[in-house]
């Protein structure tokens, strides 16, 4: 429902966030009621997602603990926070402290498509709910779907769906790769290969490169030299930044080529600046300036953060939500029980509306193609976006019958 303003004004008092170490403690555990309820934020707090989740993802998680009203089951909610440093043992050993010596009863964001897999697992084998709404791969609702798990605000099928398509429609019938080489980049460029694929257009070709790459000028030449009249960008975050900016300076798109970025947040336009990527084509399940709704939510986030809030962001808040919602209806901090409730409830929020989480744990809501908008274009101040489509859910995310969840009841 609509953030009323003089809540807002409220929430805008609250206090800066303090790092000490690894860890974010963001809010007191009152001794009242019992012992707290803890949210654990796993992000990338120093690294190349750190834009697109980072600290934004707990200053969301903040805001929706105390539209919550701080507490639930009458016990405090406390928020704590760690930086899984893009590397998956660091990520399963946080996630491992946290369920096992601290307590904490859900695990929320992880924008890290191998970290993801791992934390879900582990979460899994406790009975601790996972809330993915940082990570993309698809696998996630997939062979290693979880009934303590919840995919939340996107994934690579859903992606594909909307800018591999899109761009094919508009006349990309060859394709070549420039692809992150691990879960979330192989991931990202097979199921646009079966997008493209299916739509009767060919994949030439790819070439991968390592997470937190310097230099794209090899794959970039590579691809260039293809012939191929797309190319695909299946990375990410800071990675995705360089490429685009390094493939300006090659003239790929001055040759004749079209960019198309597989994964875009609205921190890397920000980043790039519309000179660099006006014209660009993307999905995204989230925009500030969609409606009144979201920019009501926007304008809290910006006066806390002074940046743009993401898909993530938004996903986050969302997430931790409808996981207190769902807590409060089932009387009950037990992982698969609230879980089971999260599936039962509809979500509802100034991002969802009337979305339903299905069995696999996909939560299944629309999804925005855009355009990046030339700076002739652009209004003010985060102004970035012109809509071409919305995307069904239905239509967005693959079936449930396709997935391979063993936890899906064929029929």
């Not at 980049?185 to 299916?198: F, H, K, M, N, P």
């Not at 947040?265 to 980043?271: K, P, T, V």
């Not at 991002?351 to 629309?366: K, S, Y």
Request: glycine content about 10%; hydrophobic content about 45%; overall charge neutral.
């Amino acid at each position: 429902m609509p953030v009323a303003l003089a809540h807002a004004r409220r929430l805008l008092k609250g206090g800066s966030l303090a790092l000490t170490g690894l860890w974010l403690a963001l809010s007191p555990a009152a001794a009242q009621g019992g012992p707290p309820v803890k949210i654990g934020v796993l992000t990338d707090l120093s690294s190349l997602y750190a834009d697109n989740g980072g600290s934004g993802s707990v200053v969301a998680a903040r805001m929706a603990v105390e539209d919550f009203g701080g507490r639930v089951l009458g016990r405090p909610i406390e928020v704590v926070a760690a930086d899984h440093q893009n590397k998956t043992d660091v990520g399963a050993a946080l996630a491992r402290r946290w369920l096992d010596a601290d307590d904490v009863k859900v695990i929320v964001d992880v924008p890290n498509s191998a970290i993801a897999l791992a934390v879900q697992d582990i979460a899994r084998e406790r009975g601790r709910i996972f809330l993915a709404s940082g990570a993309a791969t698809s696998r996630l609702t997939g062979e290693a779907c979880s009934p303590t798990g919840i995919h939340w605000t996107y994934d690579t099928y859903a992606l594909a769906q909307g800018t591999a398509r899109a761009v094919t429609r508009r006349g990309g019938k060859s394709w070549y790769f420039v692809t992150a080489d691990y879960a979330l980049g192989t991931q990202l460029e097979e199921d646009s290969r079966r997008v493209i694929q299916a739509a009767g257009s060919r994949v030439l070709g790819s070439v991968r490169h390592p997470i937190g790459s310097q230099d794209f000028s090899s794959y970039l030449l590579q691809a260039q030299g293809s012939g191929a009249q797309v190319v695909g960008l299946a990375d990410a975050g800071g990675d995705l930044i360089l490429a685009l900016k390094q493939a300006a300076e090659f003239g790929i798109v001055q040759s004749g080529q079209t960019l198309a970025g597989l994964l875009v947040f609205i921190a890397d336009i920000h980043g790039l600046g519309l000179a660099a990527a006006q014209g660009l084509i993307l999905s995204t399940a989230f925009y500030w300036d969609l409606d009144d709704e979201t920019r009501a939510w926007s304008q809290l986030f910006v006066a806390r953060t002074n940046k743009v809030p993401t898909m993530i962001h938004a996903g986050t808040y969302g997430a931790v939500t409808h996981y207190l919602k769902a807590m409060a209806a089932a009387n009950t901090d037990d992982g698969p029980t609230v879980a089971a409730q999260m599936r039962r409830m509809p979500v509802n929020d100034f991002m969802t509306r009337d979305g339903r989480i299905r069995e696999d744990g996909r939560l299944v809501r629309d999804i925005y193609l855009m355009q990046v908008k030339a700076p002739a274009e652009s209004k003010g101040r985060f102004d970035y976006y012109k809509l071409l489509e919305t995307i069904p859910g239905e239509e967005a995310f693959r079936p449930l019958s396709a997935g391979n969840c063993p936890l899906v009841k064929r029929g």
